[in-house]
């Protein structure tokens, strides 16, 4: 392993390994859009793609506000918290805001009235939510809000680098093990719908195993009462029953409301109009709209702005093609933080992954 890249979080979603995800995946959904516009202009374009947050904000270039991305992380969390106290989810109105995969739930309001403050001050209860094992009680009060478990690599960037080195088996290694895994035993049983069942669960339970005290392939143990809302309907929790609800609300004007990845439109003063934005939204007929939210804090927004600013970077690069843009991208990262090392990972990238030096020939 090369010092540089030991040094650097290859999370899938957030950092460099997120950047390179957008670089190989930016040119397909494009053209997906572009074919899109071409045989559906009036369609609504449902992203489920990763990095969400990039991905939604190029293909809306596209085809507009009828783009809108998906990721059940913050919902998932209303539901976890509202099972937590015991509370039916679909009371509960979630004040949420930031990126995708970084982001704060900041209120909790059931009937009008606030129950974070009553979830922060019970140890038990607290003990119980899967964010109070990966960033510790206290921090959590502090901040008076529960960060979204990606925000582990910014808050705890050297602990995360640290636990990550002293794994005996990285997430990568993890996933192309399982993956081969399953691709082989597929041919050999009939049942490869639940072989695949399995496979995913499997994969799910380790995701982030390191900052909940476990290790990839070996998970700890979630806190006893970690469950979603006993309220919910199974067919309802994920992406899938994200994306659901939202085709319900729009197709049939049933009235709904979901946490979405969708353009700023001076939602979260402080970022660019066409930002994409992580807020609760309402959604009928007409569409997707977001709700208004406090501004958030400064250390919040200053964060914020400068993700949204590589995120805006690293789609400007794959449109022009060009390295040098890419690798601007890199260095302003938060987890990377030096145009040494966004050169030599941008330069790694280009000679390991063929879509990478496909989507940037230009120098």
């Known amino acids: 392993m090369s010092p540089w890249s030991s040094e650097v979080i290859g999370q899938e979603t957030t950092g460099p390994g ?17 074919r899109t516009k071409r045989l559906a202009p009036e369609a609504y374009f449902l992203n489920f793609t990763n990095p969400a947050g990039i991905i939604t904000e190029a293909l809306q270039t596209e085809l507009g506000d009828r ?18 106290l015991g509370k039916d989810h679909r009371r509960l109105q979630l004040d949420y805001v930031g990126l995708n995969h ?93 072989l695949w069942r399995q496979t995913v669960e499997q994969r799910e339970a380790s995701y982030m195993a390191e900052a909940k005290g476990g290790v990839q392939g070996a998970p700890a143990a979630h806190p006893q009462g970690n469950e979603d809302d006993p309220t919910a309907d199974p067919g309802q929790l994920g992406y899938a029953g994200v994306a659901l609800a939202v085709m319900r609300a729009i197709s049939r004007n049933e009235r709904g409301a979901a946490i979405l990845n969708v353009r700023n439109r001076g939602t979260v003063q402080g970022l660019p109009y066409e930002a994409v934005v992580e807020v609760p ?6 569409g997707v709209h977001p709700l208004t939210v406090d501004p958030p804090g400064l250390a919040e ?63």
């Open 18 to 34: 997120g950047l390179s995800y957008a670089i190989r995946t930016l040119p397909v959904m494009i053209d997906i859009a572009r």
């Open 67 to 84: 783009v809108l991305g998906i990721c059940d992380t913050p919902s998932e969390l209303g539901r976890r918290v509202a099972g937590i």
């Open 102 to 194: 970084l982001g704060w739930m900041r209120r909790i309001l059931l009937d009008g009235r606030d129950i974070l403050p009553e979830l922060l001050a019970d140890d038990a209860r607290l003990a119980r939510l899967e964010e109070a094992t990966i960033f510790g009680a206290d921090w959590l009060r502090s901040l008076g809000m529960i960060p979204n478990e990606y925000l582990h690599y910014y808050y705890d960037n050297r602990d995360a680098v640290a636990r990550i080195r002293a794994a005996r088996t990285t997430r990568g290694d993890f996933l192309a093990t399982t993956q081969t895994a399953f691709y082989h035993r597929a041919a050999e049983t009939e049942d490869v719908a639940e």
């Open 281 to 286: 939204t309402v959604i009928d007929a007409n």
């Open 301 to 363: 927004l200053g964060l914020m702005q400068q993700v949204k600013a590589v995120e805006q970077q690293i789609i400007a690069a794959v449109r022009a093609g060009s390295r040098s843009a890419a690798v601007t991208a890199f260095a302003l990262h938060p987890l990377v933080d030096s145009r040494s090392i966004a050169r030599q990972l941008v330069d790694a990238y280009l000679a390991q992954l063929p879509e990478v030096a496909a989507a940037l020939p230009n120098a």
